[in-house]
């Protein structure tokens, strides 16, 4: 029969032999075509299973340590226990939404082919409870959470662990460990490690840092909840855990989608506290990262109103950086308010600021050109070329120089004038530049023999 072959290699990836006996007996159900009986005995053995694995990791979280003894107390009085079990897990975000919702879908299931209902299992249906079960569930060890988890914790003593600073490498070794544990020990696995951030010793603190940002970078959902109960939640008010919490965040900024709104209020001082930041722009902690990275990830109308004043901090300090060209990314508001600080700095007639804006110009040339669109790329050089005209010096230089220090920009601009010159005369004029895109192309872009 089509699909037994799946099904008995699905059993091999069972480990609990007493689990693996009904999961035995549902396939022999499913060959001889009863498979409303396959259905109840996997759903059985599914919800036996994350009784034994709930009941496992009480000792080391007190979560599951009170759902465990409400559900032995309801299995001792023989009462139906299973959607409470689901539910309290997911409440206490030891279970995503998503396995809830999936684990709910396989009582129903269990619940159509143990009663009369009139509708008959089909094979499909019986296949895809005893798929979903194991793919999911049961294919995962029971652990001894505690000792799981201490050894992890035991490893980030070493001073080798993690022997580079590249995330794409800390994020791998995170998974190494991660990939051994059941979603019922993230909780107490994220904690342990947030417990580690006051660790004097500055080995521990480093690794507990990078392991917390690898495990927001893997993305996993029932992870994520983890770590956003257990640690931003908790420590969103703990200043002194600003740039832990901002790395994590910057590396998962779904974190900061989930986030209740007093969450929310809290991370926003704390963000708006880190700008100016002397760190590396590079650093997934460094504000204009991490608002680059929520740009690119998340929904403006989850970022704004509640990040407007970090926004604004950030647009305003970091407008002449390298990487400003990550606001730049996707079309919207964020990205209109930093075009509109780059054109205004750029073209400002107050001479310290367009200077300053000149200056940096050279080192914004790719970034900033691999971003903007030719128009945009246009209105770059002639603001440049406008403070350049109020008697700006820098920009002088740079217009002197027929826009060579900003090659890329210039190469945009250059297309934007050849193809639409009636547009670059408006830019020019609305700028109070009494020329045209012609002849501005002609004066201060062509470049002469004689020129330099």
Not at 237 to 263: C, E, F, Q, W
Request: proline share 3%; with cysteine; hydrophobic share 45%.
């Amino acid at each position: 029969m089509a699909g037994l072959t799946d099904m008995e290699e699905l059993l091999g990836r069972v480990s609990q032999p007493d689990i693996k006996s009904y999961l035995r007996e549902a396939f022999v159900c499913y060959g001889a075509g009863a498979y409303r009986a396959c259905i109840v005995l996997t759903a059985n053995a599914l919800f036996e299973d994350l009784r034994q694995k709930t009941r496992a990791v009480a000792s080391a979280n007190s979560d599951a340590k009170e759902i465990s003894e409400a559900i032995e107390k309801l299995a001792a009085d023989q009462k139906v226990f299973e959607t409470t079990l689901v539910e309290r897990l997911a409440s206490k975000g030891i279970l995503s939404k998503a396995l809830a919702d999936r684990l709910k879908q396989i009582i129903a299931h269990r619940n159509k082919a143990a009663h009369p209902s009139g509708v008959h299992a089909s094979a499909e249906e019986a296949r895809w409870v005893f798929f979903e079960a194991i793919d999911k569930f049961l294919s995962e060890p029971v652990l001894s959470a505690n000792q799981m988890v201490d050894h992890l914790m035991s490893k980030l003593t070493d001073e080798n662990y993690f022997p580079d600073t590249s995330i794409h490498n800390i994020t791998n070794i995170a998974r190494e460990e991660v990939d051994q544990l059941h979603p019922l020990a993230y909780p107490y696995l994220v904690t342990k490690t947030v417990e580690l951030l006051a660790s004097a010793d500055a080995t521990v603190n480093k690794n507990a840092r990078f392991f917390l940002s690898g495990c927001a970078r893997i993305k996993n959902e029932d992870l994520r909840a983890s770590l956003s109960a257990r640690f931003v939640k908790v420590k969103a008010s703990d200043k002194t855990l600003r740039d832990p919490l901002m790395s994590v965040m910057s590396n998962d900024p779904g974190l900061y989608a989930i986030a209740d709104g007093n969450t929310k209020l809290r991370l926003a001082t704390l963000f708006t506290s880190a700008v100016p930041d002397k760190v590396a722009t590079t650093s997934m902690r460094h504000p204009l990262t991490l608002l680059g990275n929520f740009a690119a990830e998340l929904d403006e109308a989850v970022i704004l109103p509640g990040l407007k004043a970090f926004v604004d901090a950030v647009i305003a300090t970091f407008y002449a950086t390298p990487g400003i060209g990550k606001l730049l990314k996707t079309d919207g508001i964020i990205r209109e308010m930093t075009l509109k600080a780059i054109l205004d700095h750029a073209g400002s007639n107050d001479f310290d600021i367009a200077n300053r804006f000149a200056k940096a110009a050279p080192g914004l040339d790719e970034g900033l050109a691999a971003k903007l669109r030719d128009r945009e790329a246009f209105q770059v050089i002639a603001a440049i070329a406008k403070a350049a005209e109020d008697g700006a010096y820098s920009a002088r230089n740079v217009r002197r120089q027929k826009f060579e220090t900003v090659p890329e920009l210039k190469a945009k601009a250059e297309l934007y004038l050849a193809a639409k010159p009636k547009g670059a005369t408006t830019i020019l004029t609305d700028l109070g530049l009494e020329t045209t895109g012609k002849a501005f192309t002609t004066d201060h872009l062509t470049v002469e023999d004689d020129d330099f």
